[in-house]
């Protein structure tokens, strides 16, 4: 039986990915993988193992480990919901350094690709399109101007109710960007085949159908 097929969606922090993706899934009716809440949830158990973020095979065996379940509206980690906890700045940061260390890369490889069931699958992260999907039929790379992404994920995170600073959050997503795109394991790069997508001056809902016009310009089979 051929797998079912898989859109990517990669690209920087605050791009707009997971937005589209669900959107995207749930017009599809396909299922959907939030591969950065891996990492968020990896470095959620980093931090209440009372690590911070310098030990590799701690990090790789809390990875294995996860006891993770996705629900349309809740995250689910031993069976507490931490949706909300693992979107805090501090476990992104934190996120995007254990993220770095290959031993916990290849500890989340083969739970990423179980996502992958039919009808089909939209994934969205950094390396969906080069290393976890490299066969994905349809590949986004997803950008946007680093201002307007912070202004957006102020505006998320207050919107949530946690404090934020304007200043300080361009300064993590610069940083954050520069640690995913200068990586030596599967760094945030366009895959060769991807399409790329500036959101900046475009809202959720053209770029979804942005999307779903490619996708039906793919023809699925
Ligand atoms: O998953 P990622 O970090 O790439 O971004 P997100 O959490 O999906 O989106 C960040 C914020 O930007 C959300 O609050 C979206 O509603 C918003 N957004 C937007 O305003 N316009 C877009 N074209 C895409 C996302
Ligand atoms: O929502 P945002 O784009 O800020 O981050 P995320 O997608 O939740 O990912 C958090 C961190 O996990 C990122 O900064 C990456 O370092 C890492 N990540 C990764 O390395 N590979 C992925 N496929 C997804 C996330």
Redesign the pocket.
């Known amino acids: 039986a051929q797998a079912a097929p898989v859109i990517t969606i990669d ?12 959107r995207v899934a749930q017009a599809l009716g396909w299922h959907v993988l ?1 591969s ?1 809440a891996l990492y968020r949830l990896t470095a959620l158990a980093v931090l209440r193992d009372g690590g911070d973020g310098t030990d590799e095979a701690q990090a790789a065996r809390l990875a294995r480990r996860l006891d993770v379940r996705f629900q349309p509206d809740a995250i689910l980690m031993g069976g507490e919901d931490v949706g909300a906890l693992i979107r805090q700045e501090e476990v992104g940061n934190l996120a995007s350094r254990v993220a770095a260390w290959p031993a916990v890369r290849e500890a989340l490889l083969a739970r990423q690709r179980d996502f992958r069931r039919t009808p089909g699958l939209v994934a ?1 992260g950094r390396d969906m399109g080069t290393v976890v999907f490299p066969d994905a039929p349809l590949k986004i790379f ?1 950008d ?1 101007d680093v201002g307007v ?1 912070a202004q ?2 102020y ?2 995170l207050k ?1 949530k109710g946690f404090s934020a600073n304007l200043d300080d959050l361009l300064q993590d997503l610069r940083a954050r960007d520069a640690r995913d795109r200068g990586r030596a394991h599967a760094p945030l790069v366009a895959a060769a085949d991807a399409v790329t997508v500036d ?1 900046s001056h ?3 809902d ?2 979804v159908r942005q999307v779903l016009d490619l996708w039906s310009a793919h023809g699925p089979a």
């Open positions: 690209g920087p922090t605050a791009s707009g990915k997971g937005t589209i993706a669900q939030d950065g969205d997803l946007a992404r957006r994920r505006k998320q919107d959101s475009q809202g959720i053209d770029v």
